[in-house]
């Protein structure tokens, strides 16, 4: 059973109208999860990646088993006021249903010429993933490939993201018949 049929859809949550993709679905199928994260591995092992960056909290779910998969650091990005220490922000640029009007991370997450795999599990319109890479390279890092488990592919965040020159990998999209 493939991936994609295992991300659920729910209608008007968490408002009409809006068409929310809830990974949870995958994530309590231990076959899901355990497919999800062995193509991840297996499509990065060997890179050479430093660290992996996440954005909470679905981001962290499959960020940190990943990054310790691949050997690799991991780097929690947060909405605005969530991490103790100095940190650095980014803001973003839409502030929809999911995207928090800003992100952060410690100031000494990452340090200059870092290689980072940049994932999250949902690909929409790209704001936060933008802004989060903005961050990760406003600290000196090199984003290696931004990766996600779904992409909402009528919503063109792999474009948005591919105008700021990241590469942008989906296990698999999703479009009106998801």
Known sequence: MPIKSRIRTVADFPKQGVVFRDITSLLKDAT??????????????GKKIHKVAAVESRGFIVGAPLAYALGAGFVPICRQGELPAE??????ESKGEFSPSRVEMRADAVSKGERILFIDDLLATGATSEAACALLRKAGAEILEC??????????????????????????GLGDDA
């Open 87 to 92: 940190t650095i922000w980014q803001d973003c």
């Open 32 to 45: 899901g999860f355990r497919i999800t994260m062995h193509k991840l591995v297996n499509r990065y092992s």
């Open 147 to 172: 990766a996600f488990i779904a992409e909402m592919l009528a919503l063109a965040g792999r474009v948005r993201l591919q105008k700021q020159g990241l590469k942008v990998f989906a296990l698999t």
